[in-house]
């Protein structure tokens, strides 16, 4: 088995929680991630933005009982990405 | 949670497992429904028999009709719990399809009381919560809801050939092995 190509955009540590959490929950409000990713809002802010340009989320902004309201939602992009880091992984925690 | 320059491939391993397990479904989260029900079934089930059998009430079902009261309760605690939070697990949307299926499945049962005779039909709850509980310690890896569902299954299946009035006990007991016993079990992991 050869060593495959990490996408380096998984390959960080804060966008690598935020799209493990999405691939767990589907959609997630800004506010949850931050909680269980311990991250300040404007790293997480800049992440997400990341993400959202390479169309690995989407990021949805509205109103709820009048406070802002951002969610983030992997899409099919987001999880095919995920997936090919994983099988990735696994290539270097079986050739190590 | 920040950035790091020494970032490795186990490092990630580890890292997916921790959000994974931070952000899954547990157990716990819904206990307060099993007591709800539980507790509700219970009640009025004993009541139906104490009423019926004891006391020599002329309609003693009256006691279901805390059913539909605990439907709103359980409605208004769903819409608040999940109000502020729009994060809904993979794990926590299959075990909505079991239980908004097996409140269908309910609803049918009862029609089919009305049309059959509730001596025909009881069996048939305590199968459906036995179904339920056993689907969901399964999905959630919980024994207590496992073993208290395959023991409603059980009681279901004598229920059948029992008297309505032995059926009311059976059913008590069916709501206690399959809720309220692996509710109070249930602990934070």
Same mark, same amino acid.
């Given at each position: 088995m050869e060593f495959k190509d990490l996408d380096p955009l998984l390959h960080n540590q804060l966008r690598l929680a935020v799209m493990s959490i999405l691939l767990n929950r589907n959609e997630a409000e800004f506010t949850y991630i931050?909680?269980?990713?311990?991250?300040?809002?404007?790293?997480?802010?800049?992440?997400?933005t990341k993400l959202k340009k390479a169309g690995y989320l989407i990021v949805n902004k509205s109103?709820?009982?009048?406070?802002?309201?951002?969610?983030?939602?992997?899409?099919?992009?987001?999880?095919?990405?995920?997936?090919?880091?994983?099988?990735?992984?696994?290539?270097?925690?079986?050739?190590? | 949670m920040n950035q790091s320059s020494e970032w490795n491939e186990s490092q990630s391993i580890q890292l997916i497992r921790s959000m994974i397990e931070?952000?899954?479904?547990?157990?716990?989260?819904?206990?307060?429904l099993y007591f709800?029900?539980?507790?509700?079934?219970?009640?009025?089930?004993?009541?139906?028999?104490?009423?019926?059998?004891?006391?020599?009430?002329?309609h003693p079902y009256v006691s279901w009709l805390l059913m539909p009261v605990l439907g709103l309760v359980n409605f208004g605690y769903? !819409?608040?719990?999940?109000?502020?939070?729009?994060?809904?697990?993979?794990?926590? !949307?299959?075990l909505k399809g079991i239980w908004i299926g097996m409140l269908f499945g309910i609803l049918c049962v009862v029609a089919g009381g009305f049309a059959i005779g509730w001596h025909?039909?009881?069996?048939?709850?305590?199968?459906?919560?036995?179904?339920?509980?056993?689907?969901?310690?399964?999905a959630l890896e919980y024994k207590w809801l496992i073993i208290g569902g395959f023991i409603s299954l059980v009681i279901g299946g004598v229920?059948?050939?029992?008297?309505?009035?032995?059926q009311l006990i059976l059913?008590?007991?069916?709501?206690?092995?399959?809720?309220?016993?692996?509710?109070?079990?249930?602990?934070?992991?």
């Open positions: 931050k909680e269980k990713t311990d991250a300040t809002a404007g790293n997480l802010s800049v992440q997400v109103f709820k009982n009048n406070y802002p309201l951002t969610t983030c939602k992997i899409t099919k992009k987001g999880i095919e990405a995920f997936e090919a880091y994983v099988k990735a992984l696994e290539s270097y925690i079986q050739k190590g | 931070a952000t899954k479904y547990q157990v716990y989260e819904e206990k307060f709800l029900w539980g507790y509700g079934v219970i009640i009025a089930g004993l009541s139906h028999y104490v009423l019926g059998y004891i006391v020599g009430f002329e769903m !819409r608040q719990k999940h109000s502020g939070n729009s994060s809904r697990s993979w794990a926590a !949307r299959v025909a039909v009881y069996p048939f709850f305590m199968i459906l919560y036995g179904v339920a509980a056993f689907a969901t310690g399964t229920a059948f050939f029992l008297v309505f009035q032995f059913l008590v007991a069916a709501v206690f092995m399959s809720f309220v016993l692996p509710a109070h079990l249930m602990q934070k992991k």
